[in-house]
């Protein structure tokens, strides 16, 4: 099955790191290409305010990390919060990587703030609290790579907790069949991680610094989050599909006049 996704594209890359990485969208491109090659990405920047036309299909829609807070005021954050809300009303099927998971939990009334542990910076372990049916194998842990100081500290209403660590309380969730949200980035590489810690090793205190860069010789599941996600996409699009044919079926049902 081929899958459309398009990726709203949240930050750009800082300019010292633009000769050396490729941006945040074409991160995911890699990333899902990795698992499926059938599977076509096209990245929209939101900052930009670029957004797919109505005429334009996709099967899911994933919103990228960013150094933006999800609760800010700036206009694109705005206007990107009520998209999520309208295509969650339509829905449509949403993905969230960290500033994403933060923004769809808050879009669709759970709460994301700046967080009194601070920044968590490096590789970071999260254990799983759920076990959907739609993840191919079971799993206890994984580990991804973050770089965050905001967190989501309220899930939205009827939101179903997948992972969690002693650091980050919500740090996966899932609403029904149509949402799915990760804190930690599945997209990253180490050698992109270590430049973003070098990058802002003035904003950390030494210790942290140091802890975070020894933690990158540890491999992540970011593989794994990428499997997971798609078989998601996948689920959530065959469960939509048959709802679609249910109501068909009863629209077409002769309705009794005796």
Known sequence: MTLRICILEADDLHPTMQDAFIGFGQMF????????????????????????????????????????????????????????????????ILLGICFGHQILALALGGIAQRCNKGWGIGMHRY????????????????QLLISHRDQVTALPEGATLLAASDFCENAAFMLGQQVLCFQGHPEFTHEFSRGLLELRESIYCPQHYQAAHQSLVQEHDGQSVARWMLCFIRAAKQHSEAGAAQADIRQREPVCSA
């Open 29 to 92: 491109k890699q990333l899902f290409s990795a698992q499926d090659a059938a599977v076509e990405c096209q990245v929209f920047n939101v900052v930009r305010g670029e957004y797919p036309s109505d005429l334009q299909a996709f099967d899911a829609y994933l919103v990228t990390g960013s150094k933006a807070d999800s609760f800010a005021d700036d206009p694109w954050i705005v206007t990107l919060r009520d998209y999520l809300r309208k295509s969650y009303a339509q829905g449509k």
């Open 127 to 142: 254990r799983m609290c759920y076990q959907p049916d739609w993840l191919p194998d079971a799993v206890d842990e994984f």
